[in-house]
């Protein structure tokens, strides 16, 4: 898209105004390109309901801020906002990984004859699991141990999946801080 064209003309009144208060002219710039964000975002992710998010996050951001933001370029400003929001999501996934992983691979049900390292670690990871805000404790289990999606969760708490994702992050946190040292001994004591 050329900047010298109707279009760009077009999107500067329509920011202009949007920046004003005006609702309409917000919604046909969120309608004018709300896909084309959603098609960059899922392109990078692969994962519908994670573009979706930024996407909403982008143009949330847009209204709330209308009247401090200063946007010459829609469409770039848009492909710059989704490039940085994929590069944190991902980011912040690379930092919790190694211990989703251990989690995700935790038996569901635990048999009296496990072995006692295990049961002492399970044991650490309830009393710690106990400590966390209730709210987070079962945004926690609802996630890691009944196996449901923060899109679901979300739904049945009422609450934005964002929150969710927030909680879920900052529960992962403070357990692998602690945890993950005393899990790797103990994978490493039962795979001798």
């Known amino acids: 898209m050329k900047s010298t064209g109707p279009q760009f003309s077009n999107d500067a009144v329509l920011l202009q105004k949007m920046s004003q208060g005006c609702k309409n002219s917000f919604e046909l710039l969120y309608d004018r390109y709300w896909e084309k964000a959603y098609a960059d975002a899922y392109r990078r992710l692969r994962d519908e309901d994670q573009a979706k998010d930024i996407v909403q996050e982008i143009f949330t951001h847009i209204w709330l801020k209308r009247e401090y933001l200063?946007?010459?370029?829609?469409?770039?400003?848009?492909?710059?906002?989704?490039?940085?929001?994929?590069?944190?999501?991902?980011?912040?996934?690379?930092?919790?990984?190694?211990?989703?992983?251990?989690?995700?691979?935790?038996?569901?049900?635990?048999?009296?004859?496990?072995?006692?390292?295990?049961?002492?670690?399970?044991?650490?990871?309830?009393?710690?699991l106990n400590t966390l805000p209730p709210k987070r404790q079962i945004i926690f289990r609802m996630h890691f141990q009944e196996d449901l999606a923060t899109k679901d969760i979300a739904s049945q708490l009422?609450?934005?999946?964002?929150?969710?994702?927030?909680?879920?992050?900052?529960?992962?946190?403070?357990?692998?801080?602690?945890?993950?040292?005393?899990?790797?001994?103990?994978?490493?004591?039962?795979?001798a």
């Open 70 to 128: 200063h946007i010459d370029n829609l469409p770039a400003y848009l492909h710059v906002s989704v490039r940085n929001k994929v590069f944190k999501l991902v980011e912040r996934e690379k930092m919790t990984h190694p211990f989703l992983d251990m989690l995700e691979y935790m038996p569901a049900t635990y048999h009296a004859d496990d072995n006692l390292l295990w049961k002492e670690f399970l044991v650490s990871y309830e009393e710690l």
């Open 158 to 191: 009422g609450i934005t999946r964002k929150t969710v994702q927030n909680q879920l992050g900052k529960a992962i946190e403070k357990l692998k801080v602690v945890l993950l040292p005393v899990w790797l001994f103990v994978a490493m004591l039962l795979s």
